[in-house]
């Protein structure tokens, strides 16, 4: 499935160049995905479409008055408790990265929720960090962001073949 999706986001730079998905896995199978392999990444593409579509990623404009019904930021003082659930399915590993992008500002709390949603739509138990990083492309790709340089390289560069200084 991340082979599939991989490819999906290095061909389509920009989510609304992406064909709707039937016509997307009619181009999929003429590459020579795996049918099983081209469902299941529809099947998530879709869950992220619909987790992303009524998602915003900053504050609303204006006044709080102006804010949809139901929206609140998180405060600076907020934390978020993983279930066990998510634990389990996540890993350690992965769940230090989420937690790290975070940090540095660069996953605001409503996509890395969404980044939460996909990865615990995604086989793997533990969830594999590669495949987080994955995701987490996917979700900036779906809303149209593309990551500074560092994060980038951050989430593209195996971390395997690096040099200590």
């Given at each position: ?5 991989v ?6 730079w920009?989510?609304d160049?992406?064909?709707e998905?039937?016509?997307l896995?009619?181009k ?5 995905f ?7 990444a529809l099947?998530?593409l ?11 990623i900053?504050p609303?404009s204006?006044s709080a008055a102006?804010a949809?019904?139901g ?5 600076a003082?907020?934390?978020r ?9 996540l890993g350690?590993?992965t769940?230090?990265?989420?937690s790290?992008?975070e ?13 939460i949603d996909?990865a615990?739509?995604?086989p793997?138990?533990?969830l594999?960090l ?7 492309l996917m979700?900036?790709w779906?809303?149209?962001?593309e990551?500074?340089a560092?994060v980038l390289?951050?989430l593209?560069?195996?971390a395997?073949f690096?040099?200590?200084?």
């Amino acid at each position: 499935m991340f082979e599939v999706l991989v490819y999906v986001y290095e061909n389509y730079w920009q989510a609304d160049a992406c064909p709707e998905l039937p016509h997307l896995s009619r181009k999929l199978t003429a590459v020579g995905f795996e049918a099983e392999e081209i469902q299941a990444a529809l099947a998530w593409l879709n869950g992220l479409n619909i987790a992303a579509q009524n998602t915003r990623i900053g504050p609303p404009s204006g006044s709080a008055a102006s804010a949809p019904p139901g929206f609140r930021t998180q405060s600076a003082g907020s934390l978020r408790v993983y279930s066990v659930a998510e634990q389990e399915h996540l890993g350690a590993q992965t769940l230090g990265f989420v937690s790290f992008l975070e940090s540095s500002g660069v996953l605001p709390p409503p996509m890395r929720e969404i980044v939460i949603d996909r990865a615990m739509a995604s086989p793997g138990d533990p969830l594999a960090l590669d495949d987080l990083k994955i995701i987490v492309l996917m979700v900036y790709w779906r809303f149209g962001e593309e990551p500074d340089a560092l994060v980038l390289d951050e989430l593209c560069d195996d971390a395997e073949f690096r040099v200590a200084h």
